[in-house]
């Protein structure tokens, strides 16, 4: 097995750009542009309002047209992933809406977008257990690995695509998502270089942080 690539794209972010949010950013990762945006907590619905925790909801909006099935997919997926690192019990019967806006397409969205929501979530203060970061890889047609692909080399094709998304305190895989199918061996090997990876992620949101603490000092 070879891996072809051995880091993620170039990551940037602009924090707070969006007013009446709570939370926001403005987040890229090479050519893949999304904005995600936080609302909340907020009085929920009745019929969303849960007893015991804060309820979730995540909308996924494209940049042209409708949401689709594929935009029901993100949404469910980072969802899930909200719903781990939130600390939802300190917050019964209210709601947090959380949006991403898909800007521009330059390949693995779904780990953009859960990465900028979870900048958006520090944006906001909302209390977290733990930060996530969510890397992309595929497997292409000579068994090659390939970290964070750009659109191109998605549209060559391939044999599987994963998206791994880990925490910040033991780097444990709290989501998995995947598309085709390879040896488990070849997806073992795909899960530990995002993993690894995921280090770079996290080193990101810390510089982010600063930068932002620094400039409000100022």
């Known amino acids: 097995m070879e891996t072809e690539q051995k880091s993620i794209r170039a990551l940037k972010c602009e924090q707070s750009v969006l007013s009446r949010a709570d939370g926001s950013v403005m987040f890229s990762q090479g050519n893949t542009v999304v904005m995600a945006s936080v609302y909340g907590p907020l009085e929920a619905?009745?019929?969303?309002e849960l007893s015991d925790r804060m309820y979730v909801e995540v909308n996924y909006k494209p940049k042209t047209g409708m949401p689709g099935v594929a935009e029901r997919?993100?949404?469910k997926l980072i969802k899930t992933t909200c719903n781990h690192i939130i600390l939802t019990n300190l917050h019964p019967r209210t709601a947090v809406?959380?949006?991403v806006q898909e800007m521009q397409d330059g390949g693995t969205l779904l780990s953009a977008s859960i990465n900028a929501v979870c900048l958006a979530l520090l944006d906001s203060g909302l209390p977290l257990q733990c930060l996530v970061a969510a890397v992309t890889c595929l497997v292409d047609k000579k068994d090659k690995i390939v970290l964070d692909p750009c659109i191109r080399t998605v549209k060559e094709g391939y044999k599987a695509m994963f998206t791994f998304a880990f925490d910040s305190q033991k780097y444990n895989l709290i989501l998995s998502h995947c598309e085709?199918?390879?040896p488990y061996q070849l997806f073992q090997e795909a899960?530990?270089?995002c993993?690894?990876?995921s280090h770079i992620i996290f080193d990101f949101y810390r510089q982010a942080v600063l930068r932002k603490f620094s400039k409000e000092l100022l």
């Open 45 to 48: 619905k009745i019929q969303k």
């Open 73 to 75: 997919g993100k949404e």
């Open 97 to 99: 809406c959380i949006t």
């Open 180 to 182: 085709g199918q390879v």
């Open 191 to 193: 899960m530990e270089l």
């Open 195 to 197: 993993q690894k990876a």
